[in-house]
C-alpha cells in the first residue's frame, strides 16, 4: 500500500532544498519534492519540471528519468492495445509516480494532460516527431548517465542471443520464458530495439559483468545505424583490446546465422567434415573473430554460444557462454579465456 504526499518547497522546512542543479550546459529548474512510503522503505522522489530528469531513490532501489531529445516522442503502434491503459494525469510528476511504481515501466509519455505509461518488453511502440511543449518522453537511465538499456541476458539463461536481440521469431522460441508481471531475471528486451531506425540514436555501448564488475566494455558509434550494423568494425569508438582495430579480424557480426570462413588451416577440416565445421561458424553470437583453423587454433576476442557448438571451450552444457579476452589482446580460445555473467547493450540519445 502507498501513500503519497505532495509538498511545496519551503524554506523552513528541513525536507527541502533550494537548489539549482546542472547537466552539460543546461541549467536545471527548482521543483517540488514527493514522498512515498512502502512498508519500512522511504523513497524520495525529486522532479524537476520540463527539460530535467526525474529522481527516485530508495533503500534497494534507484531509478532516475532523462528526456528524451527535443521533437521525439514515444507513442503506442495506432490499433494496439495498450498493456498498461493511459491515464489522466495533471502533472509530469504524476505520470512518472505511475512508472516509478512499474517494474516494466522504463519509458513514458506526458502528452497535454494525458500520461501513457508503456511496459518495456510487450508494448508495440512508435517514434513520434512532435516538437510540441505539452508532449514530453521520458527515459531511465543508470548510474548518473544518460544510457538507456535496450537488452540484457544472462549466462546459462538457456535464451538465444542473437535471435531475440534483433527480434527474429518470438519469447517461445527464444528460450525458456520465465517473465511474469513483476519479474524477468534472464532476459531484457526493450521494444524500442524495433524502433531502432526512429530514434536519435549517437552511440551504442555493450557491457559485459562479472562479480558486479565490468569486464568487457565496448562503444560504438550508432549514428546512422541499424539495429544489424551498429555491431561492426568500422563503428567501434572504444575497447578493451589495443589490437581490435590492427590484428586480422574474419568475422563482426551480431548473428553469424550461415558465415563459413576457408583458411590455410581448415581446408582440410572442410573436405572432410564440412558439414561439422559448418556448425561452428553457425552458432556463435556477437562474435568478434581473429583467426580461424580449427578449435586448437581459432583466436578472437568476444563470442556468446548456442546450444550447438562444436569446440570443447563452448560446452560445459550452459548456453549462452559470454566469452572473450582477458588480456589486452586477442586470445586463443583453447588456451584461455575469461567469461561474463551477463551481456547489456546501452545505446545514448545525440
Known amino acids: 500500500m502507498f501513500r503519497l504526499k505532495l509538498n511545496s518547497i ?20 527548482l521543483g517540488s519534492t514527493m514522498e512515498i512510503v512502502k512498508c519500512q522503505h ?21 531509478k532516475q528519468f532523462e528526456v528524451l531529445p527535443p521533437g521525439y516522442n514515444i507513442f503506442m503502434q495506432i490499433g494496439v492495445k495498450p498493456f498498461y491503459p493511459p491515464r489522466n494525469a495533471t502533472d509530469r510528476a504524476t505520470c512518472f509516480t505511475f512508472c ?4 516494466f515501466c522504463h519509458i513514458w509519455t506526458f502528452d497535454n494532460g494525458n500520461c501513457h505509461v508503456f511496459h518495456s518488453m510487450k508494448d508495440k511502440l512508435r517514434v513520434e516527431k512532435l516538437d510540441s511543449p505539452s508532449s514530453t518522453t521520458y527515459y531511465e537511465t543508470e548510474q548518473d548517465d544518460k544510457w538507456l538499456k535496450v537488452y540484457f541476458v544472462k549466462r546459462g539463461s538457456g ?10 521469431g518470438t519469447y517461445e522460441n527464444w528460450g525458456p520464458v520465465k517473465c511474469t508481471r513483476i519479474l524477468c531475471p534472464d532476459l531484457f528486451r526493450s521494444n524500442l530495439i524495433d524502433n531502432w531506425n526512429d530514434l536519435p540514436i549517437k552511440k551504442v555501448k555493450l557491457i559485459a559483468r562479472k562479480d558486479n564488475n565490468t569486464v568487457v566494455r565496448i562503444v560504438f558509434n550508432g549514428e546512422g545505424s541499424t539495429k ?3 555491431f561492426s568494425m568500422s563503428r567501434v569508438l572504444e575497447s578493451p583490446w589495443t589490437d581490435l582495430k590492427t590484428a586480422p579480424c574474419n568475422v563482426f557480426t ?10 590455410s588451416h581448415n581446408i582440410l577440416c572442410l573436405l572432410t567434415f564440412l558439414f561439422v565445421c559448418a556448425l561452428l561458424w553457425i552458432h556463435r553470437n556477437f562474435y568478434i573473430s581473429s583467426t580461424h583453423g580449427g578449435c586448437p587454433y581459432d583466436s578472437g576476442w568476444l563470442m556468446v554460444t548456442k546450444p550447438i557448438h562444436y569446440c570443447s571451450y563452448e560446452s560445459n552444457g550452459l548456453y549462452p557462454q559470454i566469452l572473450h579476452s582477458g588480456n589486452p589482446t586477442y586470445t586463443r580460445w583453447s588456451t584461455g579465456y575469461e567469461w561474463a555473467e551477463d551481456f547489456s547493450i546501452f545505446i545514448s540519445f545525440k
Open 10 to 29: 519551503s524554506r523552513d522546512n528541513y525536507h527541502y532544498r533550494h537548489s539549482v542543479l546542472f547537466i552539460n550546459t543546461g541549467k536545471r529548474r
Open 42 to 62: 522511504i523513497l524520495k522522489l525529486i522532479f524537476i519540471l520540463l527539460q530535467c530528469p526525474f529522481y527516485m531513490k530508495a533503500d534497494c532501489s534507484r
Open 100 to 103: 516509478a511504481l512499474m517494474t
Open 159 to 168: 535464451f538465444h542471443t542473437g535471435d531475440s536481440f534483433l527480434g527474429i
Open 228 to 230: 544489424e550494423n551498429w
Open 254 to 263: 551480431i548473428r553469424n546465422s550461415s558465415v563459413l570462413f576457408i583458411t
